[in-house]
């Protein structure tokens, strides 16, 4: 098992095992993609990944908020591959993006998901707080 930032090289990769969010019908090319890459690093966002035998299984973007005082850390994209579920890679992606925001001197991390996985970010050291209030494009 390795840990690492997702390489250029991966996109294709990394498209089949984000597109299991179910969040985006469509397809990407490799020049879309490069493209919205390049414009999530210059935000500050780092996307890892595990691979286990050159195989990505997990990833999940970090994006930094920097803010007049301090920062926080937002955990966005958690995914792992259908097949893999099961065997801990997701918690083990999320401490690390837990472990990144600390090193980036983050105040907090929040990370937004729905009920039914309540149980498995508290088990990653998570915590519920507060309420999440939701615009969307019409």
Do not use: P
């Not at 893999?84 to 929040?110: E, F």
Request: proline residues 0%; positive net charge.
């Amino acid at each position: 098992m390795q840990i690492a930032e997702l390489l250029k090289e991966d996109w294709k990769q990394y498209l089949e095992l984000r597109f299991q969010l179910g969040s985006y019908s469509g397809s990407i090319t490799e020049e879309e993609f490069l493209i919205k890459y390049e414009s999530i690093k210059k935000q500050g966002g780092l996307i890892y990944v595990i691979k286990v035998d050159s195989k990505l299984v997990a990833t999940a973007k970090l994006l930094v908020e920097i803010k007049f005082f301090d920062s926080v850390g937002h955990i966005e994209d958690v995914v792992v591959d259908i097949k893999h579920r099961g065997c801990g890679y997701g918690k083990i992606i999320v401490k690390h993006m837990l472990n990144i925001s600390d090193s980036m001197n983050c105040y907090k991390c929040v990370l937004d998901s729905n009920k039914d996985l309540e149980s498995f970010y508290t088990k990653c050291g998570m915590i519920k707080t507060g309420f999440h209030f939701t615009y969307t494009r019409k």
